[in-house]
């Protein structure tokens, strides 16, 4: 019964209900119009030919008298078929016709009447029903009546013949119609039911649960299929979420530690003022260091969100590439390494400045540590800003170790970071910040092979992001 | 971003103050809800020789900073009964213009930008260490003073033309990079009074974020080696835990 009420109350089947009201009426005053004109057309022929039948015999009896009126009903009342005439006397006297038992009064009421009678040869017969006519009395000169007019029992015949059609078509109407909006409803419901199964597997913590798509293409697949890319969003940004806690606690737990132990044996084993001062210092230092890193992934979470989109406005991503090269090169030429920017060309974006210097910044950075490591001396990075088509690229080459080429897609992925990058002084959440700069931007930061070393390349849309729907 | 000033083998205060005999005395006004923090700064201002109170909720603060003569005003964001942003807008309405540091735990650029647009003279985001601090102060307190309408800056026998861009030490011409001169430049004007890396990064590169190496320190030492090499008597000195200095190191 649940289940029945359940049927009831949904939209689709109310939605047939109102159809299905709405219908009948319809159907309902269609029928009863066509029946009533059907009668009125029946009435207005049967009054045409009486009217024609009355003028004729009227005729008759203007040229022949009373005798060849007699004569003429007489031949006619003879006829079968539902024609009925009556001619009598003014005293009222029958002297033709097929008509008796007329309601008494009938004949003195010259006019249309609708009236009951029997038929001349069922007169006797008792069983016999009263048939109904509608008839015309017409006064002779003379003091005569002449009486003619049509059964209509065809008429009602006709008429009811189309009133049980019409009352047999609506049931139809109504049983088809019924039947038809619980199958869609049933239908329906299945769906529906199956989504909020399903939604409610996915309440209840089971983020990888879908929605069911029929593949029909209609509105409730449709619907689906958006919820499901919500849910892919959701899913990724809850992972996303995960991986950036799993981060913090893995990139602030182990310098803590490190703090936490320092100091416990600083305590346990310090004797001289000296050694106290050695472990603050560390102790400074590390916490230095764990804001540092605190800034930096706090930075990455406030880009990942979306936050600095507000303080987007038009600069030339040539000069941030001289910039942060001028930066950075006296750093590099100190490491022996040649910090070279190619960026002749004005290459105007809408962003966020300080960024996206900090993300150039990041990678230049990145380089400097990495073609050191390798090989001092014959380093080589270039700094270049590019426009190529609807993007600008800034992009940094060096001639360091690279990234293989089965990590690459790993570091550019939020707060992914390859193990031994960790070792490496600095936040190592460089990349990733530029990553989520270079996303925040509608753009993306990828990570190539420069044959040797590693290509670093910020692509942004020219226009600033554009607001992704749906 | 911030960086934080490597306090390496420093007594943070100590050593400070050894380095700036041309130290004059504040009368500084911290308004901090946080009573711990409070009392650490007053206590390492007073250390350093400056004359410090502290308030701990925005009209108390807002009042002492009225009455008070004071030089610097140390004001956290977030505080009770008036936010420090409504508190510095009610000073600058009263046209009161002491410069305020403003002490925030929201160290984004837009957070800054919106603290200085509120009449903030500077902006430092939680946590902080005391070097840089005393260092922003510092340079908010002389800024009254101001070197910054002088055509030629002069410490010792370097001197700097802001007009013609030229720079000479002794008879000696230095030919500088543009962004080298900018870096001379705000030393310079900064002369005797400590500038962080921070301060350096943000004035002559206009950048607020931490660079992670610290690229500020080569930039100095190629600076150094053009304005000081071959002299007997170095002017650029490294204050070490805190930042630069540039001073005449005859006086």
């Known amino acids: ?470 | 971003m911030p960086t934080f000033a490597d306090i390496n083998g420093q007594r943070p205060f100590g050593r400070v103050a050894d380095t700036q005999p041309d130290r004059v005395n504040m009368r500084l006004l911290v308004i901090e809800d946080d009573r711990d923090a409070a009392d650490y700064l007053v206590k390492a201002f007073r250390e350093v020789g400056h004359v410090a109170d502290a308030a701990i909720d925005g009209d108390d603060g807002l009042a002492m900073a009225i009455d008070g003569q004071y030089d610097v005003l140390i004001v956290d964001r977030m505080l009770p009964k008036r936010d420090g942003l409504s508190l510095i807008g009610a000073l600058r309405a009263k046209g009161i213009e002491t410069p305020c540091l403003i002490l925030s735990a929201l160290g984004q650029v837009d957070d800054r930008v919106k603290g200085l647009r509120a009449g903030g003279d500077d902006y430092l985001p939680k946590p902080y260490s005391f070097s840089e601090l005393l260092a922003r102060v510092e340079v908010l307190a002389r800024r009254r003073v101001g070197r910054s309408e002088e055509t030629v800056l002069r410490v010792g026998d370097l001197e700097l033309d802001r007009l013609s861009h030229q720079v000479r030490r002794g008879n000696e011409e230095i030919s500088l990079q543009p962004r080298e001169f900018r870096l001379l430049e705000y030393l310079m004007q900064h002369a005797g009074q400590v500038v962080t890396r921070t301060m350096l990064l943000e004035n002559v590169w206009d950048y607020h974020f931490d660079p992670q190496t610290n690229v500020i320190d080569v930039h100095i030492s190629r600076l150094r080696s053009k304005i000081d090499k071959g002299f007997s008597q170095p002017l650029l000195h490294t204050i070490r835990g805190a930042g630069y200095m540039i001073r005449d190191g005859a006086r």
């Open chain 1, 1 to 470: 019964m649940t289940a029945l009420g359940k049927l009831f109350r949904t939209t689709t089947f109310k939605l047939t209900l109102v159809y299905l009201t709405v219908f009948g009426l319809f159907a309902a005053f269609l029928l009863g119009y066509f029946a009533l004109n059907t009668r009125r057309l029946i009435t207005e022929q049967i009054t045409d030919t009486v009217n024609a039948e009355i003028t004729g015999l009227s005729e008759q009896y203007r040229q022949g008298g009373i005798r060849r009126l007699v004569i003429v009903v007489d031949a006619r009342a003879r006829r079968p078929g539902s024609s009925l005439y009556l001619v009598t006397t003014f005293a009222g006297e029958a002297l033709a016709g097929n008509v008796t038992s007329l309601p008494p009064g009938t004949l003195d009421n010259p006019g249309w009447t609708e009236t009951a009678y029997r038929r001349l040869d069922e007169a006797d017969a008792a069983d016999h029903p009263e048939h109904r006519a509608l008839v015309r009395v017409f006064q002779l000169p003379g003091g005569f009546r002449l009486l003619v007019g049509r059964d209509l029992d065809e008429r009602e015949r006709l008429y009811n013949i189309v009133l049980a059609a019409g009352r047999w078509s609506i049931a139809i109407v109504i049983v088809l119609g019924l039947a038809g909006g619980l199958f869609v409803t049933r239908r329906v419901l299945r769906r529906v039911d199956a989504m909020t199964e399903t939604t409610r597997t996915i309440m209840h913590g089971d983020l990888g649960g879908r929605l069911p798509v029929a593949g029909t293409g209609d509105e409730i697949d449709r619907l689906a299929e958006n919820l499901n890319v919500m849910l892919e969003r959701i899913e990724a940004l809850m992972r996303g979420l995960k991986e950036v806690s799993d981060n913090i606690a893995h990139d602030l737990k182990t310098p803590l530690t490190r703090l936490r132990n320092r100091s416990e044996q600083a305590l346990r084993t310090a004797k001289t003022e000296a050694e106290y001062r050695a472990a603050l210092e560390s102790t400074i230092e590390e916490s230095d260091g764990l804001i540092r890193t605190f800034n930096a992934l706090l930075m990455i979470a406030r880009a990942e969100s979306g936050q600095g989109r507000d303080d987007m406005r038009e600069f030339d991503a040539a000069e941030i590439a001289h910039d942060v090269g001028e930066l950075y090169e006296p750093l590099a030429d100190e490491k022996g390494i040649m910090l070279k920017v190619e960026a002749d060309t004005p290459a105007p974006v809408v962003g966020n400045r300080e960024l996206i210097s900090q993300a150039l910044a990041n990678l230049v950075d990145n380089s400097i540590k990495y073609a050191e490591t390798v090989n001092g001396a014959a380093g080589e990075i270039v700094v270049r800003a590019l426009t190529e088509g609807e993007r600008i690229l800034l992009t940094v080459t060096d001639s360091g170790p690279g990234i293989p080429e089965a990590d690459r897609g790993r570091v550019v992925e939020r707060f992914v970071r390859l193990e031994q990058s960790r070792s490496q002084p600095g936040s190592g959440l460089g990349l990733s910040l530029a990553a989520a700069v270079a996303r925040l931007h509608g753009g993306e930061l990828v990570l190539a092979d420069n044959k040797p070393g590693l290509k670093s390349v910020i692509a942004l849309p020219r226009g600033g992001p554009v607001q992704v729907s749906g």
